[in-house]
């Protein structure tokens, strides 16, 4: 979740440049921006979910719902709020609110997993290494087929 924040915050802070370079960005540049927030979001939510021992049809609603989720704090960050204490309530009861319903469709383990996600304490580096071990484990094994 931090990740993806800083992504964005990366994104937005390249766009200030780009604007304090005497020149605003175009709109193919602020388009690649996006397109590559985006896709960024989404391996990143694709690593996570290779963590849950969920089937297929529940990832899909877990995905359905921390897409949303980003989403919606994505629009909370970009919010003017008068004081910086109403956007950190509005982001704990967004947290708090967002995924109740999930809880009767999956195990508590992978709920537990999803609020880590919510808290920024996803370790992606760990998943993305494990991926890359196994495929290699699968690669030596094919090859002594």
Avoid: C, W
């Amino acid at each position: 979740m931090k990740k993806i924040l800083l992504l964005s915050f990366t994104i937005l802070l390249s766009l200030n440049i780009n604007a304090q370079s005497n020149r605003e960005p175009t709109e193919q540049e602020i388009a690649k921006y996006e397109r590559e927030a985006e896709e960024r979001k989404e391996e990143y939510i694709g690593n996570f979910l290779t963590t849950l021992e969920a089937d297929d049809f529940q990832k899909q609603i877990i995905k359905l719902n921390i897409n949303s989720f980003l989403d919606e704090k994505m629009a909370l960050l970009k919010t003017r709020f008068e004081h910086h204490l109403d956007r950190d309530a509005a982001i704990k009861n967004l947290e708090d609110t967002h995924f109740l319903e999930l809880k009767e469709l999956i195990s508590e383990d992978d709920m537990a997993k999803i609020k880590v996600l919510i808290k920024g304490d996803f370790n992606e580096k760990e998943v993305v290494k494990k991926k890359k071990k196994n495929r290699k484990k699968e690669k030596r094994n094919k090859n002594k087929d």
